[in-house]
Antibody, heavy 118, light 112 residues
Framework: QVQLQQWGAGLLKPSETLSLTCAVY????????WTWIRQSPGKGLEWIGE???????NYNPSLEGRVTMSVDTSKNQFSLNLTSMTAADTGVYSC????????????WGQGTLVAVSS | DIVMTQSPLSLPVTPGETASISCRSS???????????LDWYLQKPGQSPQLLIY???HRASGVPDRFSGSGSGTDFTLKISGVEAEDVGVYYC?????????FGGGTKVDIK
């Protein structure tokens, strides 16, 4: 059974960089778009961006310039870096698996609660 | 960005009743291949969202057949025929036609 497991620091200070990693266990890494989504009380569900196994990525323009995604195909992992964190970035960050053509997020990581506070 | 608007905001239901949730998009989600790029998700308390419907009307694996999706273009409906207590939570629609993918604001379903 395919599973996603994510990890990373959950408490950050303003201006620090968020780094999260998601590992894919028990399934193929290629042929999908590996996606990060966050959820905050103020903004609801927000698509952060996606990356495929070859490193081709798309980011939400609202976060452009701050977000970088990467893949490590040798470990079946993908990562999210979000710079210059502020309190507005506080929320639950989740990794998920999508399809070319968009959406169809059937598989999700467990979510990481990220708080930004001085 | 494509704006997704859901209604109602809150939906109290009696077990066994049929519940309907509406979702409208600011532009058509119908692609040239004939598919509508619209998903429905249910988020139960303390859990990640779970996929119910993709491509407007295709039920995801393991989803009970009391859930159905319909609509095309800019107007979509999720119907729950015979609501059960386990169906409580927040329902979201999401457009998958173009990036950035965008979500509706959610509809909270609870039992009367």
């Amino acid at each position: 059974q395919v599973q996603l497991q994510q990890w990373g620091a959950g408490l950050l200070k303003p201006s620090e960089t968020l780094s999260l990693t998601c590992a894919v266990y028990g399934g193929s890494f290629s042929g999908f778009y590996w996606t990060w989504i966050r959820q905050s009380p103020g903004k609801g569900l927000e698509w952060i961006g996606e990356i495929n196994h070859s490193g081709s990525s798309n980011y939400n323009p609202s976060l452009e310039g701050r977000v970088t995604m990467s893949v490590d195909t040798s470990k079946n992992q993908f990562s999210l870096n979000l710079t210059s964190m502020t309190a507005a970035d506080t929320g639950v960050y989740s990794c998920t698996r999508g399809y070319l053509g968009g959406g169809n997020f059937q598989l999700w990581g467990q979510g990481t609660l990220v708080a930004v506070s001085s | 960005d494509i704006v997704m608007t859901q209604s109602p905001l809150s939906l109290p239901v009696t077990p066994g009743e049929t519940a309907s949730i509406s979702c409208r998009s600011s532009q058509s989600l119908l692609y040239s291949n004939g598919y509508n790029y619209l998903d429905w998700y249910l988020q139960k308390p303390g859990q990640s969202p779970q996929l119910l419907i993709y491509l407007g009307s295709h039920r995801a694996s393991g989803v009970p057949d009391r859930f159905s999706g319909s609509g095309s273009g800019t107007d979509f409906t999720l119907k729950i025929s015979g609501v059960e207590a386990e169906d409580v939570g927040v329902y979201y629609c999401m457009q998958a036609l173009e990036t950035p993918l965008t979500f509706g604001g959610g509809t909270k379903v609870d039992i009367k």
